[in-house]
């Protein structure tokens, strides 16, 4: 098994940036491919960002090329995601999760985070 804790979720303007994080403890010394997703009121929850164990590889949803980056820090058992150029429309919750390949983040991952409320106003 393995948990996950999403952290610095909040409230930001249009414009601004936030970072989350999601610390992994557990099974951690598999090698896991590690995603972000998200879900608005209303909405289904859809991916956003994915990268694999490396880091070499990574993929993004259409709404977050150019604004979001997601990264890792395998020695810290930590996965980020860097928010800049919020829009409102990014409202929504933030949630982690991790997944035993790669090839599976982006639809089917193993293990979910609770998420954390990321609010952008106007």
């Known amino acids: 098994q393995v948990q996950l804790v999403e952290s610095g979720g909040g409230l930001v303007q249009a414009g601004g940036s936030l970072r989350l994080s999601c610390a992994a403890s557990?099974?951690?010394?598999?090698?896991?491919?590690m995603g972000w997703f998200r879900q608005a009121p209303g909405k289904e929850r859809e991916f956003v960002a994915a990268i694999s164990w490396s880091g070499g590889n990574t993929y993004y949803a259409d709404s977050a090329k150019g604004r979001f980056t997601i990264s890792r820090d395998n020695a810290k058992n930590t996965v980020y995601l860097q928010m800049n150029s919020l829009k409102v429309e990014d409202t929504a919750v933030y949630y982690c999760?991790?997944?035993?390949?790669?090839?599976?983040?982006?639809?089917?991952?193993?293990?979910w985070g609770q998420g954390t409320q990321v609010t952008v106003s106007s």
């Open positions: 999760a991790a997944a035993i390949r790669y090839s599976v983040v982006t639809n089917s991952p193993n293990y």
């Open positions: 557990g099974r951690t010394g598999s090698s896991y491919a």
